[in-house]
């Protein structure tokens, strides 16, 4: 396959990192799944030169899943990882050591905010918060290594102006990572922005069947060894069954990402008109804070976004959400199937300013028109259990 920059990043993802001439014109990769390789002579075992030398080091399938990363996101580096979570920690380990300074997004993942608090404090990296949307040049230190952002933020949405931050940061030498997970590397890429690594929980919209955990991280090439010597020496690696669906959901995503944000779009705009409802959290709609922002860096919208509901009772909220026939409860996003799910916001810059409970809706592949009838009984259970 011949792949160039200039084509759109939905005929890459069809085309990239296939290997069709390596296995028999698959057109996929198959799964390898390997530990031991075996080499011909004492020299290529000893000195380790051979494409593939020990499955945790790689094998086509891993390989294949890498190469159409680095092209999608423009990286010199790509690590794949068991999880998003993983993505996100090793991330920060490739670049934080003791005695630095880590500032993080207040909006960030609620498990990033954990391992900062457990591991990197016990490591002696201190992290500070700061506000989504605030300007990062004032809570720079001198010992700041890293800034991190998560845009838009996956429970409030608030968009980061990722070129401010990046400009900010390289002023004092810290590296900037973001958690690019909600527009995936099709809506946004990270490096072209100013972020020298992204990461992506593949677990998310790569995966796109809600039946794979899968993460990794894209490095730009000053924080490309970096990131391979800190993937290899905690011994990371993902299974080739994972990276093989990982690959294979990556030649469905364009489709289903122009689905889930069609479909997204129409929720919201419906919600906006509810009477139950005191406000819309999605960047793609004119009236949200963050659309101008987002207009300007980003070229689409996945299919999750918030509702901040009028105040009304926990058990009211319930009755809605228990009811629904289309919509899951469940802690994830990304995959064929509408989600909605109660969001508890947890800030501690300052507390995140809603009256009533903001719900997550993850919009699916379902019509639009069974969700949103779907939305409107769960409208009147909430009203009968006022
Ligand atoms: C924004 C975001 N980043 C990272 C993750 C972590 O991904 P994983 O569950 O694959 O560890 C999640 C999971 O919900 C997420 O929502």
Request: proline content about 6%; charged content about 20%.
């Amino acid at each position: 396959m011949t792949d160039s920059d200039s084509n759109s990043p939905f005929t890459r993802a069809i085309g990239l990192g296939r290997m069709s001439k390596d296995h028999f014109g698959a057109v996929n990769t198959p799964v390898y799944r390997a530990s031991t390789i075996l080499f011909d002579d004492v020299n290529s075992l000893m000195t380790g030169k051979a494409p593939y030398t020990y499955g945790r080091r790689g094998t086509p399938t891993s390989r294949s899943f890498e190469e159409a990363i680095c092209a999608l996101e423009g990286a010199a580096k790509t690590a794949i990882v068991p999880s998003g979570l993983n993505a996100i920690t090793t991330a920060i380990l490739s670049v934080c050591s003791a005695g630095d300074h880590l500032l993080m997004v207040d909006s960030c993942y609620e498990p990033t905010r954990h391992f900062c608090e457990r591991v990197l404090k016990r490591l002696g990296v201190e992290t500070s918060y700061y506000a989504p949307t605030d300007d990062i040049a004032p809570l720079l230190k001198p010992n700041t290594k890293a800034v991190f952002c998560e845009s838009p933020g996956s429970l409030s949405f608030e968009v980061q102006d990722i070129p401010a931050i990046a400009a900010a940061a390289h002023k004092v030498g810290a590296s900037v990572l973001m958690d690019n997970t909600w527009a995936t590397p099709l809506f946004f890429q990270p490096l072209k922005h100013g972020v020298d690594l992204s990461i992506q929980a593949a677990t998310k919209y790569i995966g796109g069947h809600a039946d794979v955990m899968l993460g990794y991280v894209a490095a730009n090439q000053a924080h490309a060894a970096r990131l391979a010597d800190t993937h290899g020496t905690l011994g990371l690696y993902a299974s080739g069954d994972d990276c093989f669906l990982g690959l294979r959901g990556l030649r469905t995503l364009p489709t289903r990402l122009a689905r889930h944000q069609a479909t997204g779009i129409a929720l919201a705009t419906w919600l906006a008109t509810r009477p139950e409802v005191a406000r819309v959290l999605h960047p793609a709609l004119p009236a949200d804070p963050g659309h101008a922002l987002w207009k300007r860096d980003f070229s689409g919208a996945c299919g999750l976004f918030g509702v901040e509901l009028k105040p009304v009772a926990d058990t009211a909220v319930a009755a809605m959400l228990e009811g629904l026939s289309h919509f899951g409860m469940g802690w994830s996003w990304g995959g064929f199937e509408s989600l909605a799910i109660p969001a508890h916001i947890h800030r501690t810059v300052r507390p995140f300013a809603a009256n009533g409970p903001v719900l997550r809706i993850h919009a699916g592949l379902e019509d639009p028109d069974d969700l949103i009838a779907d939305l409107q009984k769960g409208f009147a259970r909430l009203g009968g259990a006022l």
